[in-house]
């Protein structure tokens, strides 16, 4: 029997190879969440922590990281452990990278961008003022400037997914903190925010200044429009 929301449906596990491990088992894609943790912890065991990447300017880097050869890390970048970072990433000025953060090959992070327990696949790209938590990104998926990942209820409840083929109805999760999945290639446009539980589908697009919560299918794209009046200034108004 098929599983509703596997990670089949959103990511190509390809573009994480070197995590393929997180991806075993038939359950729904958030349940891989819960398992960053030990699996970076198992991996710095393994490979042990490291850094083979350069650094320019000034940066803490948390002795639990392992860095890539290739990965370039900018001036004011703090990165905690336990975290994974792939090769030839590129870590912008004042990017900061929390516990239990995955990122795999060629990943872009932004200037004043933050992450925490998150899976970034190969070349995506968080570019710009974002935020990442409790999250799973997948291949060549991007985010506009200042997009928010809401992973927290501001009843402070366990994060439901809400199901529209079965008339929005919720699947507990069970999880207290979760964000989203962005599925493959998809793009979340500039200052959207995107709250807890929800799921883009590959190829999907979101307009910039939404607010989404809820599934998104695969290649669809959701519009919000802003409604502008123009009105003639008063002949009184104060000049420069």
């Known amino acids: 029997m098929k599983v509703r929301f596997h990670h089949s449906e959103y990511l190509d596990v390809h573009y994480a190879a070197a995590h393929a491990a997180l991806f ?6 958030w349940e891989i969440l819960p398992k960053i943790n030990p699996h970076v ?10 850094n083979h990447g350069t650094v320019r300017g000034q940066a803490y880097i ?10 370039v890390i900018s001036h004011g970048v703090t990165i905690l452990g336990p975290t994974w970072i792939g090769e030839n990433c590129y870590i912008a000025p004042g990017c900061y990278i929390r516990e239990n953060t995955i990122f ?3 990943v872009i992070a932004g200037n004043a961008s933050e992450f925490k327990n998150c899976v970034i696949f190969d070349y995506a790209e968080v570019p710009h ?5 409790d999250s799973i990104l997948g291949y060549k998926a991007h985010l506009g400037a200042g997009v928010v ?5 501001l009843d402070h409840g366990r994060v439901p997914v809400l199901d529209p083929e079965a008339g929005n109805k919720r699947i507990e999760t069970g999880l207290e903190k979760f964000g ?6 998809a793009d979340i446009g500039s200052n959207a925010v995107i709250s807890p539980g929800s799921l883009i589908g590959r190829h999907s697009m979101v307009y910039p200044l ?25 002949s009184d108004a104060p000049q420069s």
Do not use: M
């Open 41 to 50: 912890k198992a991996l710095l065991e393994k490979h042990g922590p490291g």
């Open 62 to 71: 948390d002795e639990r990281v392992y860095i890539g050869k290739g990965t």
């Open 210 to 234: 939404t607010h989404f919560c809820g599934v998104l299918p695969e290649r669809h794209i959701l519009k919000s429009r802003q409604q502008t009046v123009l009105i003639p200034r008063r």
């Open 180 to 185: 989203a999945i962005i599925g493959d290639h």
């Open 104 to 106: 795999a090959n060629n």
């Open 129 to 133: 003022w974002n935020y990442v938590g």
């Open 149 to 153: 990942l809401s992973n927290y209820r």
């Open 24 to 29: 075993e088992g038939d359950g729904p894609v």
